[in-house]
């Protein structure tokens, strides 16, 4: 197999399916983002609300930012916690599904890549929502620092770590998806094309998400965190009579930003991934054996080029994007 750049294919050709790649996962994004978010708010929080004895009273789903379940109830504690985090475990549970499909032999290369971004969306965002609402206490993770906080530290540090674990896995099997339809042995080559495929259509969605103008919940946290801070300033100020400023003490009180280490955390594991040799070639290790056994050739079947793999997807996000706007 060659080099991206040496496949003697013509250049419009290549680009094409670039183009391809492009409509396909920005079109993905949106179906498996909103489709994490209706499982979180409708089946983690209201139906489990409505299970517990409680009141599912409203579902909301915005176009590309969150949603918001309401529910109400005379919960016993247990029952508190269990619909504060049903949101974050089905995620979970569902976007480990959706890693297991990605591998299957037996769905389309298109349906693998559509199970590969959900898992993505849905394990990577929740396992991120966990530490950031254990460090900050914040959304659902705000039960928790109610009535058990002495779990808050083992659940952040236990979502940190479960981060770079399955940033890495994740981002391992793309490139393997990648290499299928861009083999190339070159790093830097990898990834240019990893933006073009992967992170246009990131950017794309980012800028979907500000043109909603809801705060992603890692800036909501981090607001929410400076309110807390600010308003224990004012009250030490007038305890004390301090001659500190407010904005000092705020600054001593509010937490350390923990967004910086996540961001580190996908950049490292993303470049650990992508210096991995990818491919479908990629050996597999016979447990108590030292032979190693090639993955079948056709286990990353690359993607057509023809912009024909992209309708069916583009046709259901905007469905989907439809019923959302009329709808709700």
């Not at 579902?59 to 504690?77: D, H, I, K, M, V």
């Not at 099997?173 to 083999?183: G, L, W, Y």
Request: charged share 15%.
């Amino acid at each position: 197999m060659r080099h991206f750049s040496q496949t003697g294919k013509p250049f419009g050709s290549q680009a094409r399916k670039v183009l391809t790649w492009i409509l396909l996962t920005e079109s993905m994004l949106i179906l498996s983002t909103r489709l994490g978010t209706f499982l979180h708010e409708f089946i983690g929080h209201g139906v489990t609300a409505m299970l517990l004895g409680g009141d599912f009273e409203s579902f909301r789903l915005t176009l590309f930012a969150g949603g918001e379940a309401r529910f109400s109830g005379n919960f016993s504690q247990a029952a508190r916690i269990a619909v504060s985090l049903g949101g974050i475990a089905i995620n979970l549970i569902t976007g480990l599904a959706a890693l297991r499909l990605a591998r299957s032999r037996r769905l389309s290369f298109s349906f693998r890549l559509f199970s590969l971004i959900l898992a993505g969306v849905s394990i990577l965002s929740q396992l991120q929502y966990l530490a950031l609402g254990a460090y900050y206490q914040y959304s659902d993770l705000s039960c928790l620092a109610d009535c058990h906080p002495v779990v808050l530290f083992p659940t952040l540090l236990g979502g940190l770590l479960a981060l770079a674990v399955f940033s890495f896995l994740i981002m391992s099997i793309f490139f393997q998806f990648q290499e299928a339809s861009f083999p190339s042995p070159h790093p830097v080559s990898r990834a240019f094309i990893t933006f073009l495929i992967l992170g246009i259509p990131v950017l794309l969605y980012a800028g979907f998400y500000h043109w909603s103008a809801i705060p992603l919940g890692s800036t909501a946290a981090i607001m929410e965190s400076r309110l807390q801070a600010e308003e224990a300033a004012r009250r030490i100020k007038i305890e004390t009579g301090t001659s500190e400023d407010i904005e000092e003490i705020r600054e001593r009180l509010e937490p350390r930003p923990l967004l910086p280490w996540i961001i580190a955390i996908y950049a490292l594991t993303t470049l650990a991934a992508l210096l991995r040799p990818a491919g479908p070639s990629s050996s597999r290790q016979t447990l108590g054996s030292s032979r190693t056994d090639a993955a079948p050739k056709d286990y990353f079947p690359p993607l057509p080029s023809s912009l024909l793999a992209t309708l069916p997807w583009l046709i259901a996000a905007g469905l989907v994007l439809a019923l959302i706007a009329f709808r709700f």
